[in-house]
């Protein structure tokens, strides 16, 4: 007999208010009316899902997927890895998870990234993964650079990642980044610093992981994603709670 999960009540203190002055991009994308809830249709809910035929043997590993043959990408070699868990820490198995982030210089692979370090030729700066039974994911990349933005005179993006997590149809998407423990830049960061609960920043940050690490290779971060309760990972498009 399954036993009754606990009742989390949703903490809105946690996530940041829609508009923060410090946060520029804010004045435009923070909305003035209430918002309104969307019934799901039956096409939402038992749409397509994703399975391992959709997934290639190397996809997971930035350092490969895109380099020429016998190169390599520029930079610090990381693992970064963790789990997808639900609110009572239970594993969140065969959920897609992909990343993009910048390269090691810190610019993105898009037509629009003007910022002026390099294009890297052997780093496309996406993966993609299924979660094991166990919940467990990894990315094998390089460390992503800090870069500068327009937002004040002299603000700086910390390195980070952008996590997007499926659900089992294509509506259930859950989008967020981690950071990188020991950054100087994230207390400087107006987006990170939209957030009031330091806790919550505490769980964007992927941890320094010496026992995941492969000696004179790669060292590893580990980030482990909850998707519900009091201790939730912070997610970008649920800004008013999970």
């Known amino acids: 007999m399954t036993k009754p999960a606990e009742f989390y009540q949703r903490d809105t203190a946690r ?3 829609a508009f923060t002055p410090d946060y520029k991009t804010s004045y435009a994308r923070s909305p003035r009316f209430s918002l309104i809830s969307l019934d799901q249709g039956v096409g939402e809910v038992t749409g397509p899902t994703f399975g391992h ?29 963790g789990r997808v868990l639900d609110e009572n820490t239970r594993p969140v ?14 610019r993105y692979r898009h037509k629009n990234d003007r910022y002026l370090a390099p294009i890297d030729v052997n780093f496309g700066g996406c993966g993609r993964t299924l979660t094991d039974d166990e919940g ?13 933005w327009r937002n004040r005179v002299n603000d700086w993006r910390p390195a980070h990642v952008h996590f997007s997590v499926f ?3 294509f509506c259930q998407r859950l989008i967020t980044q981690c950071y990188f423990e020991g950054d100087p830049l994230i207390p400087r960061c107006p987006i990170v610093q939209t957030i009031p609960d330091p806790d919550a920043i505490t769980g964007l940050t992927a ?3 010496m026992n995941a690490t492969i ?8 980030f482990d994603i909850v998707l519900r309760g009091r201790r939730a990972t912070l997610f970008e498009n649920r800004m008013e709670g999970t």
């Not at 467990?136 to 500068?148: C, E, L, Q, W």
Request: net charge negative; glycine share 10%; proline share 11%.
């Open 53 to 81: 035929g959709d997934i290639d043997a190397g996809d997971n590993d930035l350092l490969s997927n895109y380099a020429q043959p016998g190169q390599s990408p520029i930079g610090e070699r990381i693992i970064l890895h």
């Open 207 to 209: 941890k320094l992981d």
């Open 167 to 169: 659900g089992t149809a």
């Open 215 to 222: 000696p004179l290779d790669t060292i590893a971060y580990r």
């Open 15 to 17: 996530h940041p208010p």
């Open 93 to 106: 198995p065969n959920t897609l998870v992909e990343i993009w982030q910048a390269n090691a210089g810190g």
């Open 136 to 148: 467990h994911y990894h990315f094998r990349t390089v460390k992503p650079g800090a870069y500068p």
